[in-house]
Nanobody, 115 residues
Framework: QAQLVESGGGLVQPGGSLRLSCAASGSIFTITAMNWHRQGSGKQRELVAGITYGGDTNYAHSVKGRFTISRDNAKNTVYLQMNSLKPEDTAVYYC?????????WGQGTQVTVSS
């Protein structure tokens, strides 16, 4: 059974940076797309960024130019570099991936942007 584990969340001041990591482990045969979602308090979960196996990326309009998604296929890991963070970026960030043709989610990591 495959699983995803996020790390790198925490408290940061506005304008600061964080890098989130998400590593897949377990019985893995294939991983296609890998994504980051987030859910703020009282809000719906939204797609933040996605990346295909080949490296094609897409971003939510609200983070474009500030966040960068990348992956290391040899390590089965996806990253989210977050720069110029704003209070509205505060949310639980979830890693998501298509592993063995099934949708797999991590447990989430809290990102709080505050002075």
């Amino acid at each position: 059974q495959a699983q995803l584990v996020e790390s790198g969340g925490g408290l940061v001041q506005p304008g600061g940076s964080l890098r989130l990591s998400c590593a897949a482990s377990g019985s893995i045969f294939t991983i296609t797309a890998m994504n980051w979602h987030r859910q703020g308090s009282g809000k719906q979960r939204e797609l933040v960024a996605g990346i295909t196996y080949g490296g094609d990326t897409n971003y939510a309009h609200s983070v474009k130019g500030r966040f960068t998604i990348s992956r290391d296929n040899a390590k089965n890991t996806v990253y989210l570099q977050m720069n110029s963070l704003k209070p509205e970026d505060t949310a639980v960030y979830y890693c998501n991936a298509r592993i063995n043709f099934r949708d797999v989610w991590g447990q989430g990591t809290q990102v709080t942007v505050s002075s």
